[in-house]
């Protein structure tokens, strides 16, 4: 295990004080035809002279997950771009329920052709995983790739823990004050959020007066896991082909990425860049997004123009 709050080239992440967000840039809505689905997201610093992030979300949440990254980037001399995955957000459900990752992947691989030159790519969880996979299995596609506690092998107590959450309110919460205990629930490293406004990026008002997630039920369905499964060997696969600038973050009270599986995934990317962000969870940008930040600020700087 390499020193805590260290990466694996030695040097120290910068202090998030340090930079200077100057001011907060503003949003602008674009759309992508994905594969079979319009994609919907958010552009920040448009025409900026770094060149363009892609920031994909993990399951069950939305392009808002990103925030304060993106706002941090566009700031820093980059577009970013914060997708809603398909069945996410504002983006459109699939009418057949395929959310397979080839679907993501064929989704991703649309959203990097509308784009001049190739992107960073940076996911968590899902969007990591198909991020990965994108970038690995067509080269060229993607300039460098940021994994945000995402590994091959991972914990299965924790995507169990990760399954129980999305499936436990698929008949809604009776208010906004609900969804706020959900999560501190599941979250019990993060405060209860106070702003329960900000929760409505998250969930809708139904016709039934009760608040739902902002994803399509079909994305998991109880005794569908199966058929979702990502196989390991081919995430395995997909690892050991990357030759692309690689950054592995990780948090450190996950319950889904362990020490062997870093340990197993730095084996399979030797060149990689590895980090490890005390206090977050598997959600690490959401629990520690300064932090996070300033460690993906500093490998930005450092992958060639």
Known sequence: MLPIGRSTSGRQAPDPRDVDVKSREQAEIVHFAGAGVQLTGERRG??????????????????????????????SGWTSIAVDLRGHGDSEWHSGGDYSLDAFV?????????????????????GGITSLVTAAEHPGIARALVLVDVVPTVEPAGVERIRAFLTAHHDGFGSLDEVADAIASYTPNRRRSRNLEGLKKNVRLRADGRWYWHWDPAFIRIGDEPARQTPRERLKAAAALLTIPTLIVRGGASDVVSDAGIADMLELVPSAEYVYVPGAGHMVAGDENDVFAGYLDTFLSRIPS
């Open 106 to 126: 064929a989704d991703l691989l649309a959203v990097v052709d509308a784009i001049d030159r190739p992107p960073v790519l940076v996911g968590a969880s899902i």
């Open 46 to 75: 448009a025409g900026n002279p770094c060149g363009t992030v892609v920031l994909l979300h993990g399951g069950g949440q939305t392009r808002h997950s990103w925030g304060r990254t993106a706002e941090r980037l566009a700031s």
